[in-house]
Nanobody, 121 residues
C-alpha cells in the first residue's frame, strides 16, 4: 500500500500563491496517474487536478483552470500543485491520491492527512 504525505499548505491572502507537495512511499507512483483533491468545511471531497504518468495529459476542475498547475517528478516519487491567484473559495484541506483517469480517486485506503490551505480575503 502506498503512503501519501501532503505538505506546503498555509495561510495566504487572496491573490497569493502556494506550492503543495505530495510525497509517496511504499510504491513507485510512476505507473499511476496522480491527482489532487480538496475538501472544504461542510462539503464533499472534490477533484481538483490530475496528471498522467508521463505528464503528457492534465485535467483541472473548471474553477482552478488558469490558476493551478499540477506536475510530477517520478524520480522523486512526488507530485506538486502550484496554486496562483488564490481565492477564499480555495480554502480547504488538500489531498493527493492515485487516479482512475481522469478524475476519480483510485485508492480510498491511501488518503493521507492532507494539508490545510486557508485563503483570507
Amino acid at each position: 500500500q502506498v503512503q501519501l504525505v501532503e505538505s506546503g499548505g498555509g495561510l495566504v491572502q487572496a491573490g497569493g500563491a502556494l506550492r503543495l507537495s505530495c510525497a509517496a512511499s511504499g510504491r513507485a507512483i510512476s505507473n499511476y496517474a496522480m491527482g489532487w483533491f480538496r475538501q472544504a468545511p461542510g462539503k464533499e471531497r472534490e477533484f481538483v487536478a490530475s496528471i498522467s504518468t508521463a505528464s503528457s495529459n492534465r485535467n483541472y476542475v473548471d474553477s482552478v483552470k488558469g490558476r493551478f498547475t499540477i506536475s510530477r517528478d517520478n524520480a522523486k516519487n512526488t507530485v506538486y500543485l502550484q496554486m496562483n491567484s488564490l481565492k477564499p473559495e480555495d480554502t480547504a484541506v488538500y489531498y493527493c491520491n492515485m487516479v482512475l483517469w481522469p478524475t476519480q480517486p483510485r485508492d480510498h485506503d491511501s488518503w493521507g492527512q492532507g494539508t490545510q490551505v486557508t485563503v483570507s480575503s
